[in-house]
């Protein structure tokens, strides 16, 4: 499913160069035509382009809102594993049921996460959906503990932390060359240890 989600990235940035009937510039992936929920995931038509993305894919999602005095701007925006990432903005048709089924498909944690919708300030970007959980393994074999959170807001699987270039360095220097060298392949890898 990733490597059709990479090759329909890149057929929607091209896409998003171009200008529109109208002579308006449009802004990448920002504006997708419809979009549409179920049990599975999220389709997302565009041009004539489709594409599938499953929920257990969604690695985080962030909020954003821009206003000013002839422009308004609200959109979600879903990360992915391998930094891949997608832009809806609220125009799209079925923005709503989008909203109003987050919680149906997805645990989120944070009960409140309406309410910061609702709150979030002018030309802000704000997290509303982290899946902590998608690089843990079915079994554990060896336990790595760290005794708190950073105070930086880094954290090991965000994949930006000093702890994992540790462990990554120590993976390396104890296994050789079939540690990967990048943040995600890692992850990858740490979580099929047996």
Same mark, same amino acid.
């Given at each position: 499913?990733?490597?059709?989600?990479?090759?329909?990235?890149?057929?929607?940035?091209?896409?998003?160069?171009?200008?529109?009937?109208?002579?308006?510039? !449009?802004?990448?992936?920002?504006?997708?035509?419809?979009?549409?929920?179920?049990?599975?995931?999220?389709?997302?038509?565009? %041009?004539?382009?489709?594409?599938?993305? +499953?929920?257990?894919?969604?690695?985080?999602?962030?909020?954003? !809102?821009?206003?000013?005095?002839?422009?308004?701007?609200?959109?979600?925006?879903? %990360?992915?594993?391998?930094? +891949?990432?997608? +832009?809806?903005?609220?125009?799209?048709?079925?923005? %709503?049921?989008?909203?109003? =089924?987050?919680?149906?498909?997805?645990?989120?944690?944070?009960?409140?996460?309406? !309410?910061?919708?609702?709150?979030?300030?002018?030309?802000?970007?704000?997290?509303?959906?982290?899946?902590?959980?998608?690089?843990?393994?079915?079994?554990? =074999?060896?336990?790595?503990?760290?005794?708190?959170?950073?105070? %930086?807001?880094?954290?090991?699987?965000?994949?930006?932390?000093?702890?994992?270039?540790?462990?990554?360095?120590?993976?390396?220097?104890?296994?050789?060359?079939?540690?990967?060298?990048?943040?995600?392949?890692?992850?990858?890898?740490?979580?099929? !240890? +047996?």
């Amino acid at each position: 499913m990733l490597k059709i989600w990479r090759k329909f990235r890149v057929s929607l940035q091209a896409i998003g160069s171009l200008n529109t009937n109208e002579g308006k510039k !449009r802004t990448g992936m920002s504006h997708f035509e419809k979009i549409a929920v179920n049990d599975k995931g999220l389709s997302i038509t565009n %041009d004539g382009y489709e594409i599938f993305m +499953e929920w257990a894919e969604v690695f985080r999602i962030h909020y954003s !809102r821009f206003e000013s005095e002839i422009h308004e701007e609200r959109s979600l925006i879903f %990360d992915y594993e391998y930094g +891949e990432f997608v +832009e809806i903005n609220a125009t799209a048709e079925g923005w %709503d049921a989008l909203l109003d =089924n987050l919680e149906r498909y997805l645990e989120m944690e944070d009960s409140t996460w309406r !309410r910061k919708v609702t709150d979030c300030p002018n030309e802000t970007v704000i997290t509303i959906y982290v899946n902590d959980r998608m690089f843990q393994p079915e079994r554990v =074999n060896a336990l790595m503990i760290g005794d708190a959170p950073p105070g %930086d807001g880094t954290f090991f699987f965000n994949g930006d932390s000093a702890l994992l270039e540790r462990v990554k360095d120590s993976f390396a220097l104890g296994l050789g060359e079939d540690v990967p060298e990048d943040h995600w392949g890692f992850l990858h890898f740490f979580r099929s !240890r +047996e």
